[in-house]
């Protein structure tokens, strides 16, 4: 199968990330060296210039140590040059490991590369664009998925009909809905998970 075409250089935690998705797309893939990335000045510097020159997309592991990760690379790259991607949270190890993880989810390495090719795909050099985003902080409230009682229940229903992991804020979730779908899509979302 051709490779997707991405420009954006997308950001990993680790070189078996690289590796799995340098078999899938045509595109400069960068691994942070996992927790290693919170010591190294140079790559954090690096990874700045390139979010600023040219955004970058990020894409990390769905258990705690890729949100430390997503999260410290939120503070140090400009906000709005920066693409979240979240692979969905699906129980079990990776094969060249003996043992699953703590929190016994596949990583990046271990998605399936449809899954992968899909959660790229919009992202891809000459893909059609359509009108994603307009969901607003408002609009979870009013949904019941910001606020309120059973919001965080409710987000993780959301999430995991969407494909993201179960435990996003609030504001992660905006934020990816906003990047990957349109408000009718999430308000169709919404209706399939009956809230």
């Given at each position: 199968m051709e490779k997707l075409?991405?420009?954006?250089?997308?950001?990993?935690?680790?070189?078996?990330?690289k590796i799995k998705l340098d078999s899938l797309l045509s595109a400069h893939v960068i691994p942070t060296d996992g927790f290693a990335l919170f010591k190294k000045k140079e790559k954090a510097a690096l990874l700045r210039r390139l979010?600023?020159?040219k955004g970058v997309i990020v894409l990390t592991d769905a258990d705690g140590g890729g949100k430390q990760i997503r999260a410290?690379?939120?503070?140090?790259?400009?906000?709005?040059?920066?693409?979240?991607?979240?692979?969905?949270?699906v129980a079990g190890k990776e094969?060249?490991?003996t043992q699953p993880g703590?929190?016994?989810?596949?990583?990046?390495?271990?998605?399936d590369a449809d899954t992968l090719r899909g959660i790229f795909a919009?992202?891809?050099?000459?893909?059609?664009?359509?009108?994603?985003?307009?969901?607003?902080?408002?609009?979870?409230?009013?949904?019941?998925?910001?606020?309120?009682?059973d919001a965080r229940k409710?987000?993780?229903a959301l999430s995991l009909a969407l494909g993201f992991p179960p435990d996003?804020?609030?504001n992660a979730l905006l934020d990816a809905c906003n990047l990957l779908y349109t408000k009718e899509e999430y308000r169709e979302a919404l209706r399939r998970i009956a809230l």
């Open positions: 075409c991405i420009s954006r250089p997308i950001i990993v935690e680790g070189k078996y990330d979010a600023e020159e410290f690379l939120s503070e140090i790259l400009p906000k709005e040059k920066v693409i979240h991607l979240y692979i969905p949270a094969k060249r490991k703590k929190a016994g989810l596949l990583g990046v390495e271990g998605i919009p992202f891809a050099d000459g893909a059609p664009q359509k009108a994603r985003g307009g969901i607003t902080k408002q609009d979870l409230y009013a949904d019941g998925l910001s606020g309120g009682t409710k987000r993780e996003m804020t609030a």
